[in-house]
Structure formats: C-alpha cells, structure tokens
C-alpha cells in the first residue's frame, strides 16, 4: 500500500511539473530560445511532448521513491515533512541537474535566459518530487 502511496505521489508531483514546466519553460523564458535559433529542431511535435512528459513523470516517481527508500531522516526538518521533502528534493537537483546543465551550457549554443528558465524549471521539478515523497511517507 506504500509503495503505490509513493507512486501516486509522485505522479501527482509529476502531472504538477509538466504543468509548471510549460509556464516557465514554454512560456516566460521562452523568447530566449529564438535568440540561438540554430541550436533548436526545427519541427516539434506531439510526440515530442508526449515523450517529455513521460520523463518528467518517470523523475518524479524515482525522485519520491527514492525519498522513501532513503526515508531522508537525517533532515534537521525532521522525517517526512515538507520541509525535508523539498531540501532533499533541492539537494538531489543541486547534485544531478545543476551540474550537468551548466557543464552542457558551456559548449551548447543555449542563451543564457534559457539556461536559467531550464535550472528554474528542473528545481521546480525536483522539489515538486521531493515534497510528494515525503508526503507519501507519512506514517497515517
């Protein structure tokens, strides 16, 4: 029964990132990616999206399964509260997503507003996941 706490959770958290990546990413920090227009495909599509969102769902899922399996305890927040869902959330980005974005930023054509949309975008993603796995692991 835990387990699919946890995996509801996390795709709750999932369905909440897909909506707030398109408002940051899709919408305000958008205009920057026409300012490198030789670095983006020049067709997008449905499939496109469809594929994105089954990643961010599967991060979300992992993110707060993770949490769980960890059971972040060790947090000054205390056990399985928002607090300790969205600093191991921040941590797990800071370690994983930062690093690999700004390292591939260096060398690809991206503007620099877009690099900032997508690090915005991703902490949203990660905390969003952090926080469903702390949720789902409360003790009821």
Not at 14 to 24: H, R
Not at 25 to 41: D, K, V
């Amino acid at each position: 029964m835990m387990t699919l706490r946890i995996v509801v959770a996390g795709g709750i958290a999932g369905v909440l990132s897909t909506v707030t990546g398109y408002w940051i990413t899709g919408r305000l920090f958008h205009p920057y990616q026409a300012r490198t227009p030789n670095t983006w495909r020049s067709t997008e599509s449905w499939s496109s999206y469809l594929v994105s969102t089954g990643l961010r769902l599967f991060a979300c899922v992992a993110i707060a399964c993770l949490y769980a399996g960890v059971e972040f305890a060790t947090s000054l927040f205390g056990p399985a509260t928002v607090l300790s869902g969205a600093s191991f959330g921040l941590g797990l980005w800071a370690i994983t997503v930062a690093p690999v974005t700004l390292e591939a930023a260096l060398f690809v054509n991206w503007h620099r507003g877009f690099v900032v949309g997508l690090l915005l975008d991703w902490t949203v993603v990660f905390i969003l996941a952090g926080i469903a796995g702390s949720v789902a692991a409360r003790v009821v």
